[in-house]
C-alpha cells in the first residue's frame, strides 16, 4: 500500500514539474485566422506621399501596436502640420495585422499594391516583422520596423532598417559604461539562463568586457521561477567584484537586489532595460537594496531634453495616456523615414534606402546612425536608481 | 570559508522545506495521505501576511498571528470539506491523492481570481543584519529561519510525546480503530494534526517573505513538493526526520548553485528522492513498519 502511494505521488511529482516548465507565456502572435485587414486609410487624394504601416491593433499584442501606432500618428501629424516632405502631405495608411504574420504579409500586399506606398514603417513584433521583411527586400521596398528585436530582421535585406537597439547592444554598452564611467576593472554576472534575452544580454557583456578591460570574476546563472539567489549571490561576494551585471526582469531584480543586501554585497549592481518597472515589486522598506544600482533604457521620461517632454505633453493631449518606449521609438522610427526622404529629394526607392543607411539623426531615443547591418548605432539614457525614484543621469553611447 | 556560507544558506531556505515538510510528516503519520494542497497552505499564509501587514498597515505580530489562526482555520476546513468524508469511508487513498491535487489547484486559481497572477512584494519582516562569526559573515534572516525552525520542532516533539492530545494522535495514528474503541475522537484527532501542519506552514511562509519579499500564486507549488521531497528524504511521519531532511535538501540545492550547477538543481532534489525511495524507501530516520494484512 505505502509503495503504491509513494509511486503515485512520485508521479505527481513529475507532472507537476513538466507543467511549471511550459507555463512560460510567450509574445508572439496568436493563429487568428480571421481574414481582411481593417484599414486607418483617409481617402487618397493625388499628391500626397504614402507610407504604409502595419501593427497589430486588436489581439493579444495590441498593446504594442496600439502605442507604436499612435507615435507613428504623432509624427506624421507634426510633420504635415509644418509643411509635409517634398512640398507634398503625407498620407498614413496603416493595416492591422493582429499580430498574425499570413495577415500581416497580406496587409503589405496590399499596402504595396492598391496603396502604392512608397515606404513602409512597420511591423511591431517580430515574428510577423521578418515575414514581412521577406516580401519587402523582393520588392526593394524602404522599410523600417520600430520595435522588432529579432536579429535577423535587418538581415534580410539592405532595404531593412530598426529604430530599436537590438539585444546585444545593451550588453556591450553596459560593459562600456561599467568600465569607463563607473570605473569597474572586475565583473560578475548574474542571468537567467532560461530566457534569451537575458543569455544574449549576458554573452555580449562578457564578449566587450575583455575589450574594455574588464575581468569576468565569476558567471553565475539561475533558472526562471527560482526565488533563491543566495548561494549565487554567496560565490559572487567572494569574489568582491566592482560590479554585478544582472541582465534579467524587473522580478527578478527586486528578488535578486533584496537578497544581495541581506549577504551584505556592496558591489555596484548594474542591470538593462528589463529592470523598467522595478520599483513597483519592491517594497518601500527594502528600496535601499536598489539605491546605486544602474540600468540602461532607450527611453525615460525622466529625460531633461525639451523635445522628449514636448512629445509626451503632445501625445497627452492626443491620446490620453502616457507614453510608453513603444510609442517613442513608432514616432523616433517615421521621423527617421521622414527624414530619409527630403535626404534623398524623391520618392524613389533606391535614393531612401541610400539616405537612410547614411542617416544621422536626432530622435527622442537619442542620436542615432546605422551599422552595417542597419540596426542602429545610439545613445542609451542611463538611469540610477536613488531613495527609491529613478533618476535620469546622461545619455550614454559606447 | 566559502564553504561554510552556503552551508548556511542552505540551512536558511532548508528550515522553509523543514516548516513545511513537518505538516507533511504529520499527517501523513496520522491518515497516510500526502495532502498536496500542504504546499499551497504557505501561499495562502503569505497572503494573509501580506494582506493584514501591507493592504490593512496592521503591526508585524498582528499579521504573524493573523497568518497563523487563519492557515489553522483553513487546513481545519479543507480536512473537513475535503478529506473526512473520503477518509471515514475508507476510500481508496488514490482519490484522497486526487482530492488533494483538486484543492491545490483551487487554492492556487483562488489566490489568482483574487490578487491577479502579478507577484506582491512584501516589506521588510524583520531587522537585516550582518552578524561576523570569525570569518563567516551570517544574515540575520538565515539565522532567525534557523532558530525559529529548531525552537518549533522542540515544541512540536513535546506536543506529540508529552500531552494528552499528543498520545490521541499516536494512538490514532498506530490503529484508528482500536483508538476509537479507547474512546479517542479520532475525527477531532485529526483535524487537530492538519490544524498543527498548517499552523506550522503559516510560520514557514512569514519565513519565506521575510527572506524572499515576492510573492505569487503558484509559490506554494515547488516549495511543497521539495518539502514533500524532504519529508521522505527524512522518513515520512517522523517530526525529527523531517526537519533533517529539509534542512539536507536545503544544503544540497545551495551546494550544487555554488558549484555552478544552477540548471540541475531541481535534478539533484528529485535524484535524491528516487535514491532514497530505491535504497531506503522508510527514509533516514523512518521506521519501516509491517503492514497488517
Redesign the interface.
Known amino acids: 500500500?505505502?509503495?503504491?502511494?509513494?509511486a503515485?505521488?512520485?508521479a505527481?511529482?513529475m507532472l507537476?514539474?513538466s507543467a511549471?516548465g511550459c507555463?512560460q507565456n510567450s509574445n508572439t502572435a496568436s493563429g487568428n485566422a480571421a481574414a481582411g485587414a481593417s484599414g486607418a486609410a483617409s481617402a487618397a487624394s493625388g499628391d500626397t506621399i504614402k507610407i504604409g504601416g502595419l501593427a497589430p491593433l486588436t489581439g493579444s499584442v495590441s498593446v504594442y501596436g496600439i502605442a507604436t501606432n499612435n507615435g507613428i500618428k504623432l509624427a506624421v501629424d507634426e510633420a504635415n502640420k509644418s509643411g509635409g516632405v517634398l512640398g507634398q502631405q503625407i498620407e498614413y495608411i496603416s493595416y492591422d495585422e493582429k499580430g498574425d504574420a499570413t495577415e500581416a504579409v497580406n496587409a503589405y500586399n496590399k499596402l504595396v499594391q492598391n496603396d502604392q506606398v512608397i515606404a513602409l514603417v512597420g511591423d511591431v513584433t517580430s515574428t510577423p516583422t521578418l515575414a514581412v521583411a521577406q516580401a519587402a527586400a523582393k520588392d526593394g521596398l524602404p522599410m523600417i520596423t520600430a520595435t522588432a528585436t529579432a536579429a535577423g530582421v535587418t538581415a534580410t535585406g539592405e532595404n531593412i532598417f530598426r529604430a530599436c537597439v537590438i539585444d546585444p547592444f545593451q550588453g556591450e554598452l553596459m560593459a562600456s559604461y561599467s568600465a569607463k564611467k563607473l570605473g569597474a576593472k572586475t565583473a560578475a554576472i548574474l542571468y537567467n539562463?532560461a530566457d534569451d534575452y537575458s543569455l544574449g544580454v549576458a554573452e555580449a557583456y562578457k564578449q566587450a568586457a575583455a575589450s574594455v578591460g574588464i575581468h569576468i570574476v565569476a558567471e553565475?546563472?539561475?533558472?526562471t521561477?527560482?526565488?533563491?539567489f543566495?548561494?549565487?549571490l554567496?560565490?559572487i561576494?567572494?569574489k568582491n567584484p566592482d560590479v554585478v551585471f544582472i541582465p534579467v526582469y524587473y522580478?527578478d531584480v527586486?528578488?535578486i537586489a533584496?537578497?544581495a543586501?541581506?549577504?551584505?554585497i556592496t558591489s555596484k549592481l548594474m542591470g538593462v532595460d528589463g529592470w523598467d518597472g522595478v520599483l513597483d515589486?519592491?517594497?518601500?522598506?527594502?528600496v535601499s537594496a536598489l539605491d546605486g544600482t544602474y540600468y540602461c533604457s532607450q527611453y525615460t521620461a525622466e529625460s531633461t531634453d525639451q523635445k522628449v517632454q514636448d512629445f509626451i505633453k503632445n501625445y497627452k493631449a492626443a491620446y490620453n495616456a502616457e507614453p510608453n518606449m513603444f510609442a517613442v521609438l513608432g514616432y523616433d522610427a517615421m521621423n527617421m523615414m521622414i527624414e530619409s526622404i527630403k535626404t534623398a529629394g524623391s520618392t524613389d526607392s533606391d535614393a531612401i534606402i541610400k539616405a537612410m543607411a547614411g542617416l544621422k539623426f536626432k530622435g527622442l531615443t537619442g542620436d542615432i546612425t546605422f551599422d552595417s547591418d542597419r540596426n542602429p548605432v545610439k545613445t542609451c539614457a542611463i538611469i540610477t536608481i536613488k531613495d527609491g525614484a529613478y533618476k535620469f543621469v546622461e545619455y550614454y553611447n559606447k | 570559508?566559502?564553504f561554510l556560507?552556503?552551508i548556511i544558506?542552505?540551512l536558511?531556505?532548508g528550515s522553509i522545506y523543514a516548516l513545511v515538510a513537518l505538516g507533511y510528516s504529520m499527517v501523513y503519520g496520522i491518515v497516510?495521505l500526502?495532502n498536496?494542497a500542504h504546499g499551497d497552505i504557505i501561499m495562502v499564509g503569505a497572503y494573509v501576511t501580506y494582506v493584514v501587514l501591507?493592504v490593512a498597515g496592521a503591526p508585524l505580530w498582528v499579521a504573524i498571528l493573523a497568518s497563523i489562526l487563519f492557515c489553522t482555520f483553513a487546513g481545519v476546513l479543507i480536512e473537513r470539506v475535503a478529506y473526512r468524508r473520503l477518509l471515514n469511508m475508507n476510500a481508496p487513498?488514490?482519490s484522497l491523492?486526487i482530492t488533494a491535487?483538486g484543492v491545490s489547484i483551487f487554492l492556487e486559481n483562488l489566490s489568482q481570481l483574487l490578487f491577479t497572477s502579478s507577484?506582491k512584494?512584501?516589506?521588510?519582516l524583520f531587522p537585516?543584519q550582518?552578524l561576523g562569526l570569525g570569518e563567516v559573515?551570517i544574515?540575520s534572516?538565515?539565522l532567525i529561519n534557523i532558530s525559529t525552525s529548531v525552537i518549533l520542532m522542540v515544541l512540536l516533539q513535546i506536543l506529540v510525546n508529552k500531552t494528552k492530545i499528543g498520545k490521541a494522535m499516536r494512538a490514532t495514528s498506530e490503529d484508528a480503530d482500536a483508538a476509537k474503541l479507547m474512546g479517542i475522537n479520532t475525527n477531532t484527532t485529526i483535524a487537530f494534526t492538519f490544524g498543527i501542519g498548517s499552523a506550522l506552514a503559516a510560520v514557514g511562509a512569514v519565513l519565506y517573505c521575510s527572506?524572499?519579499?515576492?510573492i505569487t500564486p503558484?509559490?506554494g507549488?515547488?516549495l511543497g513538493?521539495k518539502a514533500?521531497?524532504a519529508a521522505?528524504l527524512g522518513g515520512i511521519g517522523s517530526i525529527p526526520g523531517a526537519m533533517l531532511g529539509g534542512y539536507l535538501i536545503g544544503i544540497a540545492?545551495?551546494?550544487?548553485?555554488?558549484a555552478?550547477g544552477?540548471?540541475i538543481?531541481?535534478a539533484v532534489v528529485?535524484g535524491i528522492?528516487?535514491i532514497i525511495?530505491l535504497f531506503k524507501?522508510a527514509g533516514l530516520l523512518g521506521k519501516n513498519v509491517q503492514?497488517k494484512v
Open positions: 500500500m505505502k509503495k503504491r502511494i509513494l503515485a505521488a512520485l505527481a511529482v507537476s514539474v511549471t507555463s539562463m553565475e546563472k539561475y533558472q521561477n527560482d526565488v533563491d543566495k548561494s549565487q554567496t560565490s561576494k567572494s522580478q527586486a528578488l533584496v537578497q543586501k541581506q549577504l551584505g515589486k519592491i517594497d518601500k522598506s527594502n | 570559508m566559502d556560507s552556503q544558506n542552505g536558511g531556505i497516510q500526502i498536496f501591507v487513498r488514490i491523492l491535487i507577484g512584494s512584501m516589506p521588510n537585516n550582518l559573515q544574515s534572516i538565515s527572506a524572499y519579499p515576492m503558484y509559490m507549488g515547488m513538493l514533500f521531497v521522505v540545492e545551495s551546494l550544487t548553485k555554488a555552478g544552477s540548471q538543481t531541481d528529485f528522492l528516487i525511495l524507501p503492514e
